[in-house]
């Protein structure tokens, strides 16, 4: 074991291989709680994804409804129409947070609220079931824009999480059993020599003392 | 490279999402863009709606005091689970967010560190202690 690390048995080594074990205990035990945290951090965004999932969900079945009724009421040809007319441009601004070492996009969105005045088709028109499904949707636009957030969010920390562990466990596994392996062995090898050189001594004094 | 060095950088990539200076409140609510420039030099922002409950949070004449984005350092020695928030603002504010008397320090646990993360998703930031 100690030669496959390339480590001799003298009290140097045993220097030099406490000093590296401190490090990899170190480096271990601030993984783990970055692991910790990014569990944390993994929980939380999960928490947000159910809740926005299912209030995005039941928001679009809402939306829907609605635009089944104005079909019924306007005609497929003036509501495709309408939505046609409807200006598109949305007011979303995406940057960046730094969450560990991830880069993770912070969406800052007003909302997709508008009246009808500024939503781009004629009033004349359409009619008042069309606001209210254009304003249905625009609600379920508001909460897929944090969903997608959420789930981006989520997709990152997964990513770093699964590195992490990968790193703990070569450490926990491999490395740390290694170099205390080495170190117990040298601290054996290094007793057997002070065993060794005892005896040695005593059968060297004695092979003295035969001689006067 | 070998396993030593591996360790190392990545104890130096640890705190490299921290920014290079921190902004007080006052500077952040004033700007027109929250956000601080990292250490590996991307830039991290801080969301609006926070700023504001901070500001709810503290009193006027404290929001030069109160450094961001506020730092939950994480030590081993510590124990396992346990964050400690430094600053008397800082303290200040994730103690009332937590409903804790704070003094200059305080010590937080994993749930009241997933609370306050919950909270100050932006504002608040992992530090690495050891």
Redesign the interface.
């Known amino acids: 074991m100690a030669t496959a690390l390339g480590v001799s048995p003298n009290r140097m080594e045993v220097m030099k291989l406490k000093k590296r074990l401190g490090l990899a205990q170190r480096g271990h035990d601030l993984l783990k709680e970055k692991m910790d945290a990014l569990v944390i951090e993994f929980l939380e965004v999960f928490r947000k994804i159910q809740d926005f999932r299912t209030k995005a969900l039941k928001q679009l079945s809402t939306a829907h409804r609605a635009l089944t009724n104005c079909f019924a009421v306007m005609g497929t040809l003036e509501t495709t129409q309408a939505a046609r007319e409807t200006k598109r441009e949305l007011q979303i601004e995406i940057s960046t947070r730094y969450l560990m070492g991830i880069s993770i996009p912070a969406v800052e969105f007003g909302g997709a609220q508008r009246n009808a005045l500024t939503r781009g088709y004629s009033l004349h028109t359409t009619s008042s079931v069309l606001d209210e499904a254009a304003m249905e949707f625009e609600r379920a636009l508001g909460l897929l824009v944090e969903l997608a957030e959420a789930e981006a969010v989520a997709l990152a920390i997964i990513r770093e999480l699964e590195k992490a562990k990968r790193r703990v466990n070569a450490l926990e596994y491999i490395l740390i059993p290694k170099l205390k392996e080495a170190l117990k062995f040298i601290l054996m090898r290094l007793d057997e020599m002070e065993r060794e050189n005892f005896t040695r001594l005593k059968r060297i004094k004695a092979i003295l003392e035969e001689r006067r | 490279m070998n ?2 060095r591996l ?2 950088l ?2 130096a ?2 705190n ?2 921290l920014p290079e200076k921190r902004i007080s409140l006052k500077e952040a609510l004033s700007s027109a ?1 929250p ?1 601080v420039r ?1 250490r ?1 030099g ?4 801080f ?2 709606r926070e700023l504001e409950l901070l500001a709810e949070l503290l009193p006027e004449a404290d929001w030069e005091k109160l450094q961001l984005p506020i730092f939950i350092a ?3 020695k510590l124990g ?2 346990a964050a400690r928030v430094s600053g008397e603002a800082e303290a200040r504010v994730a103690g009332r967010l937590l409903g804790k008397e704070a003094t200059g320090e305080l010590r937080i646990y ?1 749930p009241e ?2 609370l306050l ?2 909270k100050l ?2 504002t608040t ?2 530090l ?1 202690v ?1």
């Open positions: 396993a030593d360790i190392k990545e104890l990539r640890l490299m999402h863009k956000q990292t590996e991307g830039v991290h922002s969301k609006r994480l030590e081993p396992r689970g994993r560190v997933a993360r919950r998703s932006t930031q992992y690495f050891w």
